[in-house]
């Protein structure tokens, strides 16, 4: 596609509930990022995959979040037992090549995510 | 993995030239310094990336010094669309050196 595509755009879910959120990223591009995005604060790391191996996961703030992209393509972002300090905006962002210094990065315009 | 600062906040006026700087004393040999955007629900977008001395392209100018110590993004007469986040990162892309973010600053252009 033209660009990073995010869905659901926006997604409200009871406390305790899980949630996945799905990335399509630029047809072709290597790298793929998450990252998380409190309200008035910048994103922050959450992993990384270049294709389907995923590299880094360092960024994911507990055992219920898990992250995949099985074929190298699309990934899915899952949250189990929603908490309320996981409400925040998910950003996806892809790049062309692996880890490299290039001309930036590709993000999506995210998933905002409100757990009640 | 080098930390930037850079001012929470910034105004301006419409056709003003903006200059914001950042700071990342730690800077690595290796490491590049790039510049986003981010409107309000909307991800970070790419606006420019060097190395040293003057890069210039149709959106802005970055300026580094000799010592690559700072940085200076500069937006030539503003208008009111460049109201936005604007966030400075540094890092050579490899071996596990992730895009990081700082909270950005902040410029409100104004009529």
């Known amino acids: 596609g033209a660009g990073v595509s995010q869905s659901p755009r926006y997604k409200v879910a009871k406390r305790g509930q899980d949630v996945a959120l799905r990335c399509d990223p630029i047809?072709?591009?290597?790298?793929l990022f998450w990252y998380q995005q409190a309200l008035g604060q910048g994103p922050e790391f959450l992993t990384y995959?270049?294709?389907?191996?995923?590299?880094?996961k360092s960024g994911l703030p507990s055992d219920r979040f898990f992250a995949e992209r099985p074929e190298g393509s699309v990934s899915t972002l899952k949250i189990q037992r929603t908490q309320q300090e996981d409400s925040a905006v998910y950003l996806c962002?892809?790049?062309?090549?692996?880890?490299?210094?290039?001309?930036?990065?590709?993000f999506g315009s995210g998933t905002r995510l409100t757990v009640v | 993995l080098a930390k930037t600062t850079q001012p929470i906040s910034m105004d301006s006026y419409e056709g003003q030239e903006v200059n914001i700087t950042c700071s990342h004393n730690?800077?690595?040999?290796?490491?590049?310094i790039t510049w986003y955007q981010q409107f309000p629900s909307q991800g970070p977008r790419f606006i420019i990336q060097?190395?040293?001395t003057k890069v210039t392209n149709e959106v802005a100018s970055l300026f580094i010094p000799a010592d690559r110590k700072s940085s200076t993004l500069s937006l030539p007469r503003v208008s009111l669309s460049d109201t936005a986040v604007y966030y400075c990162?540094?890092?050579?892309?490899?071996?596990?050196?992730?895009?990081?973010f700082g909270g950005g600053t902040r410029l409100m252009v104004k009529p």
């Open positions: 047809s072709g591009h290597v790298s």
């Open positions: 060097g190395y040293k």
């Open positions: 995959f270049q294709n389907e191996a995923q590299l880094d």
């Open positions: 730690n800077i690595a040999t290796n490491d590049y």
């Open positions: 962002a892809s790049s062309p090549r692996g880890l490299a210094v290039d001309y930036g990065y590709t």
């Open positions: 990162l540094v890092g050579d892309g490899n071996a596990g050196n992730m895009l990081t």
